[in-house]
């Protein structure tokens, strides 16, 4: 199972659907890339709660401008058969800087700016617009 790629799938189809909340699965991964995409801007709000089952839960709340999803496209770029790693040289920029990329290095699961920053290569999860 690809838990990263299910939590990515979730939000850009409650964007599409035009939902306002979305739960998903809580994971510590899930929760650092939550974190980065209200930092940036592309979500509202999210907080720990649990589920009907009383297993921890992700609530995240999206975001709209003009009546369109914050975010335009959001993708999977390593994934549990072909993991991609790159050093911190040598990330890829997502629309000449327009969007971002969020990487898992030995320093946390961080931007693409501040990993060039801090010169942290690692494995690139996912690409937002």
Not at 51 to 61: G, Q, T
């Amino acid at each position: 199972m690809d838990t990263i790629g299910d939590f990515l799938t979730t939000i850009r189809n409650a964007g599409k659907a035009q939902l306002a909340s979305v739960t998903v699965q809580w994971s510590k991964m899930n929760a650092s890339i939550a974190s980065i995409l209200k930092n940036e801007g592309y979500v509202g709000d999210y907080a720990e709660t649990t589920d009907d089952k009383e297993h921890k839960a992700l609530a995240i709340r999206l975001k709209y401008i003009n009546g369109k999803s914050a975010i335009t496209g959001i993708e999977r770029h390593s994934k549990p058969g072909c993991r991609l790693y790159y050093r911190s040289s040598e990330i890829p920029q997502v629309l000449d800087g327009m969007g971002i990329s969020i990487l898992t290095t030995s320093k946390g699961v961080l931007r693409d700016k501040d990993a060039r920053r801090m010169g942290a290569g690692g494995e690139l999860i996912c690409k937002v617009w």
